[in-house]
């Protein structure tokens, strides 16, 4: 038996409920990112864009281009570069 504490096994079930809270948002948001007037633009332009439209973010605040990429990485099926933490392929 590991000698794991109560309060770092709730603390691990709470990072994977908001984990697949984030991850679940991202799924909602993903039709936007993917309507020809938003496709390819850079993350900035994204953030600015969906805050001209009213898109609020999980928390309610303003997006970023941060806010953008970290929503990109989270959704299944995307190419390397539009993962902030992968650089080019060579």
Do not use: I
């Given at each position: 038996m590991t000698n794991v504490s109560q309060r770092e096994v709730g603390s691990r079930k709470g990072v994977?409920?908001?984990?697949a809270k984030a991850k679940k948002f991202a799924q909602s948001v993903r039709p936007l990112l993917e309507e020809d007037d938003l496709a390819g633009l850079s993350a900035h332009a994204t953030?600015?864009?969906l805050n001209r439209r009213g898109v609020p973010t999980p928390r309610g605040g303003a997006?970023?281009?941060n806010s953008v990429l970290k929503l990109k990485?989270?959704?299944?099926n995307r190419g390397p570069a539009e993962h902030p933490s992968e650089g080019p392929s060579e």
């Open positions: 994977a409920v908001l984990k953030a600015r864009e997006w970023t281009a990485a989270r959704l299944p």
